[in-house]
């Protein structure tokens, strides 16, 4: 399966698909980061895993969606298609992964951190560490909107963008602190307001049991959409 | 490898490809997918190397290593022809060394030697299909299934395809391929699975009665009268070829094809189907009008037009036509007398047509 994920892994990088949520991932990070401001740590990621949402949703859907569909009917003929399903989203998450590092890698350059103390005197290292939570709860949730986007699920590049879309916009809309049904979406919007808070554990646990549950939920959809589609 | 029952659609409400497929291949067995365009065969195909999950039913005892040879191989891929075989071998999972011995080896094979360092989309289309061909076969497969592995691929590698299915069957392996470019008459002993609407059928061998492959040039404006009277012997038309510019005087066989490079819309009905010269319904007779004939290295060059006749016994005896090539190589493939790709106009033009037939031995 390793070899899969490579092979997918490459193909999307050669052909330059990548380019494009790349690209906008940057700017869009520029943007945030280059306003002159310094934020504490988990402000500034809180905001980041918010605002790479959906570059990295895009970006499974690219990447899933770049191989031709015979090839990946091929690949399901050699290793299976529990594994080549599994496959696609490691591939997509090591391609997330490699996004993630470079948006927390960004602000430091650029001076949009400030290592002063969070609330409650809070250490700003502890602040970082809630910044890569916030982003690790963030991945596998848009990894698995992507997929759920991705053509052998959609079989169209308009429903596909139809998917992507309101997922993306869902999980902003049914994040806010306000909603009726929060529980519908990934808690990215959620992540975002508590890290700017003393999160308690009990609290982490919460978020992090219904990002997984989410995540679970959606990737158990995109198997079963699978199944008849190869 | 069993189908127990199959039933496959690809939509919740649409119709239903094919309708309770019962069939059993085992170990050293090969069978031979017919069936018209739109029949199933590809389906079926998929089905049975796991590419699509019936709807109903299930395929029990699939083997554990399968090869897959789509119809068409999914060139649009930003790999070198060297690259994207390694790595399909190590998705196989070959160790590293064992896969580039695989790789070398088949590359060396297929006569992809050259084209190992080419891009995948700058390949052609026989060339492509030979990757797909290679691919297949990196992990000796248990089943190996092939769609249409004759499309596009020259005379050497065709003879290839004949060669690798005898190693995968001495290897206790199975073979399904589908055909309807005739080439299976390379495989004796193949059972032969027919898919009419859905349904799948196995023919009842015709006893082993020898044929041969005998490819013949007649005039092309008399082609459709020579087409009737093969048929009328009992002879079975196989394909035909676009005609080309009249030959010098006293040749015996006619100039090139005037059409080079481009593949005649070569579309061939399901076997056993009988019609009259000219009544085509589906693409016979344009390949023969419109169409031109790529392939400078089959048959005979000297064939401007060409149909390929079986025949179950006795000669084609028609007056005026020259025998261009005869390949005797062709054993003993059963299957009825009856059309199977035709053509037949009487606007066939000048010049001569070439023909080539299968006859009784």
């Known amino acids: ?230 | 490898m069993r189908l127990d029952g199959v039933w496959l659609r690809y939509h919740r409400h649409g119709p239903w490809v094919l309708r309770q497929v019962d069939a059993t291949i085992g170990p050293g067995e090969v069978a031979v997918v017919l069936g018209r365009n739109g029949a199933g065969k590809s389906t079926l195909l998929q089905l049975a190397a796991g590419v699509l999950r019936p709807s109903r039913g299930r395929v029990v005892d699939r083997p554990a290593t399968v090869g897959w040879v789509p119809e068409r191989f999914p060139a649009d891929q930003p790999f070198t022809v060297g690259d994207y075989l390694a790595a399909m071998g190590r998705v196989a999972g070959l160790p590293g060394a064992a896969a580039d011995r695989a790789v070398r080896e088949w590359v060396e094979r297929l006569g992809l030697t050259r084209f190992s360092d080419v891009r995948l989309p700058q390949l052609s289309k026989g060339t492509a299909q030979k990757v797909g061909l290679a691919q297949a076969l990196l992990r000796p497969p248990g089943l190996l299934v092939l769609d249409e592995p004759w499309e596009g691929l020259d005379a050497a590698a065709r003879e290839l395809v004949p060669e690798m299915i005898g190693e995968v069957l001495a290897g206790g392996g199975a073979v399904l391929v589908s055909d309807h470019r005739g080439e299976t008459v390379r495989l004796p002993g193949a059972r032969r699975w027919s898919v009419t609407d859905g349904t799948l059928t196995e023919e009842a061998s015709s006893g082993g009665s020898a044929v041969a492959v005998v490819e013949l040039a007649v005039p092309a404006a008399g082609l459709a009268a020579a087409v009737a009277r093969l048929r009328a012997d009992g002879h079975q038309i196989l394909r035909v070829r676009e005609p080309a510019v009249p030959p010098a005087a006293g040749s015996p066989a006619p100039a090139p094809a005037a059409g080079p490079g481009v593949e005649a819309p070569d579309e061939s009905p399901a076997p056993g189907r009988s019609g009259a010269p000219g009544t085509e319904p589906d693409g016979g007779w344009p390949a023969l009008a419109g169409g031109s004939v790529a392939e400078p290295d089959g048959g005979s060059p000297a064939l401007a037009c060409a149909s390929a006749v079986e025949s179950d016994g006795g000669s084609p005896g028609l007056p005026g036509a020259s025998l261009a090539e005869v390949d005797g190589g062709a054993p003993d493939v059963p299957g009825p007398p009856g059309v199977e790709g035709g053509a037949g106009s009487p606007e066939a033009g000048a010049g001569r047509a070439g023909v080539a037939s299968e006859v009784g031995r």
């Open chain 1, 1 to 230: 399966m390793i070899a899969l994920v490579r092979l997918r892994l490459a193909g999307f990088v050669r052909t330059g698909r990548a380019l494009a949520p790349v690209l906008t991932g940057l700017l869009a990070l520029g943007v945030l980061y280059g306003g002159g401001g310094a934020g504490r740590p988990a402000e500034v990621y809180g905001v980041s895993a918010v605002l790479i949402f959906p570059v990295l949703a895009w970006q499974t859907k690219i990447l899933l969606d770049v191989e031709p569909d015979v090839q990946r009917r091929l690949a399901r003929v050699v290793v299976g298609p529990a594994r080549e399903r599994a496959a696609g989203l490691l591939a997509a998450l090591v391609a997330g992964l490699a996004v993630v590092l470079v948006a927390l890698a960004m602000p430091w350059p650029l001076g949009a951190v400030s290592l002063a103390g969070g609330p409650a005197g809070r250490p700003a290292l502890v602040g970082v560490a809630l910044g890569v939570w916030a982003h690790l709860l963030a991945l596998p949730a848009a990894v698995a909107l992507g997929a759920l986007a991705s053509r052998p699920i959609t079989r169209s590049a308009g429903y596909g963008a139809a998917v992507l879309a309101v997922g993306v916009v869902g999980v902003v809309v049914c994040g806010l602190s306000d909603s009726v049904v929060p529980w519908l979406v990934p808690p990215v919007m959620a992540t975002a307001r508590a890290v700017t808070a003393p999160v308690t554990p009990g609290a982490g646990l919460l978020l992090t049991g219904w990002a997984a549950l989410w995540v679970a939920v959606a990737l158990a959809g995109y198997a079963w959409g699978r199944r008849t589609r190869a």
